[in-house]
């Protein structure tokens, strides 16, 4: 299962990606599974020598009773400390920010994929729309032929 954050990609240059695991409990991870999960529109931050992760939304899972978590926690990622130094260097030198792009399972961890993104302007975005059509032009034109 994998969780897609589409929009960044669209907003957003991608300079660089991180995989980092995250620090969930038990309810939550119940249902990420499920599928209650949405990385639309969280961002990440360095603080004190950590990374975490915030207003990612991750629906309350019903057989949780009162075990049940915070659906828009702040949670922690994990990742190197050198990886965790660039990233810092990056955002407040570059003036760039900490975007997840996907969410997915591997062996059994729910990781985080991380972009070190710098936005993009109106113009920009209306490029990447007219690559986007042309791209579907072509592919349209091939399928006819």
Known sequence: MEIINRKA??????????????????????SIRNGNCNIKDCYGIVKNGEVFLLNMYIGEYKEGNIFNHDETRSRKLLLHKKEIKKISQQIELNGLTLVPLKGYFKDNHFKILLGVCRGKKTFDKRETIKERDIHREVLRNIKNK
């Open 9 to 30: 990609r669209f907003d957003y240059f991608i300079e660089e990606e991180y995989e980092a695991g995250i620090a969930l409990t038990g309810t939550e991870i119940k």
